[in-house]
């Protein structure tokens, strides 16, 4: 069984940058993909960004596009996202999710790291 732990989460005022980590640990780690999402306050969990692990294929949501960057580092099973011009309208507790195979759900979550930022 796969665990996802994030970090790099924190207080920053807009246009700052931070960047979130996610590394796996205690099983085999195979994913297809991993992603982030993220749930503001009083809303529901929302797509950000996503990779297919082995390949260079990434997308985002149309509201980070340009300001985010999703990234790995295979020999330390971690995938990070770079927030560049973060906007009050970012903040939200943020989420890492792996999925094993091109047709599952992600089925692996963390316990997802706070994103706020101030005006």
């Known amino acids: 069984q796969v665990t996802l732990v994030e970090s790099g989460g924190g207080v920053v005022q807009a246009g700052d940058s931070l960047r979130l980590s996610c590394t796996a640990s205690?099983?085999?780690?195979?994913?297809?993909?991993m992603a982030w999402f993220r749930q503001p306050p009083g809303k529901d969990r929302e797509f950000v960004a996503a990779?297919?692990?082995?390949?260079?294929?990434?997308r985002y949501a149309e509201s980070v596009e340009g300001r985010f960057a999703i990234s790995r580092d295979v020999a330390k099973n971690t995938v990070y996202l770079r927030m560049n011009d973060l906007k009050p309208e970012d903040t939200a507790v943020y989420y890492c999710?792996?999925?094993?195979?091109?047709?599952?759900?992600?089925?692996?979550w963390g316990q997802g790291t706070q994103v706020t930022v101030s005006t």
């Open positions: 990779m297919i692990w082995n390949t260079a294929y990434d």
């Open positions: 205690g099983g085999a780690f195979r994913p297809y993909a």
């Open positions: 999710a792996m999925k094993s195979l091109p047709a599952a759900d992600f089925g692996s």
